[in-house]
């Protein structure tokens, strides 16, 4: 069973179609990109796993919760599950760091007693160590971002959701916030996470669901097996890194082909 199951997912605004059909599914554990151009649907789908949004039509399963049958005073409980980090950050300007991370766990049922513990161990995770007294006005924008991934991370939850999480950093620290998640990942957790910052997508081999006006174009599929399995292992040796990369360029471009 997936974690994450989209069945033919379609939302409308008016006359305004966001997405049309949407189904993929997200295994435990998977890093997926999820790209396409300004307007094509990347932010309504990270809206609709959240459950800001309610579906026209199809359904949304996270961690085998059907979320169409979830009722509304249900829906807070269900976004423990889930860790968000948005491009603006939106940490509370009158916190400190430390406060911004503790917050997420004032709506959770962690006892108070674990939350220094929590919150101490996200930070280090991120190396936000001798920042924490700093209000979010006094922090570089590279460290908002690794605050509202500590943040995202401090409830453990099964999946974190980033929208456009490099959108308002530059290449080297949008490296270094992408390095960042490429851990978290590697240490277990299910990451989707939208984004049109084509040379991250290139350097990070991982997963690509392409959109363009509100329709999945292209999904290279589940790189999971892929990563831990011999078989393809094989194949990718003795590649330059160029031929790997062009070969994951096809891929997206053309899914339904066999790999030359
Ligand atoms: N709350 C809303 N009300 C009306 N229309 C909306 C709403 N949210 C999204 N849309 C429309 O849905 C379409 C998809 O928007 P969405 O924000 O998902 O695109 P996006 O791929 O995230 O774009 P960007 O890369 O610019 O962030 C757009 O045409 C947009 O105008
Ligand atoms: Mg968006």
Excluded at 104 to 132: D, F, M, Q, S, Y
Excluded at 150 to 177: H, M
Excluded at 189 to 202: D, N
Aim: no cysteine; charged share 30%; hydrophobic share 35%.
């Amino acid at each position: 069973m997936p974690m994450l199951k989209l069945n033919n997912v379609t939302k409308t605004f008016g006359e305004i179609l966001a997405v049309e059909d949407i189904s993929f599914e997200v295994s435990e554990g998977e890093f997926v990109f999820i790209t396409g151009p300004s307007g094509s649907g990347k932010s309504t789908i990270i809206k609709l796993i959240l459950r800001q949004f309610t579906p026209d039509s199809g359904e949304i399963f996270l961690n085998e919760t059907d979320f169409g049958k979830l009722k509304y005073k249900e829906i807070p409980k269900m976004r423990q599950k889930i860790g968000i980090v948005f491009q603006d950050f939106k940490m509370i300007p009158d916190r400190t760091l430390w406060e911004n991370v503790e917050v997420a766990l004032a709506v959770t049922n962690v006892p108070r007693k674990e939350w220094k513990e929590r919150v101490t161990h996200v930070i280090k995770l991120v190396g936000l160590e001798k920042r924490t007294s700093l209000f979010p006005s006094q922090l570089a924008g590279g460290e908002l971002q690794r605050g509202s991934l500590a943040r995202a991370l401090v409830a453990n939850p099964s999946i974190i959701l980033a929208d456009e999480p490099t959108g308002n950093l530059d290449w080297k620290t949008a490296e270094s916030i992408m390095e960042l998640f490429e851990q978290i990942n590697k240490e277990g957790k299910t990451i989707i996470m939208a984004t049109h910052h084509l040379g991250l997508i290139e350097k990070h081999k991982n997963r690509v669901i392409e959109l363009n006006e509100g329709k999945v174009v292209s999904d290279s599929g589940s790189k999971k097996e892929e990563k831990g399995g011999k078989k393809e292992e094989n194949k990718e040796e003795g590649k330059t890194e160029e031929q790997k990369e062009l070969n994951i360029s096809d891929k997206k471009s053309k899914s339904d082909e066999v790999e030359k």
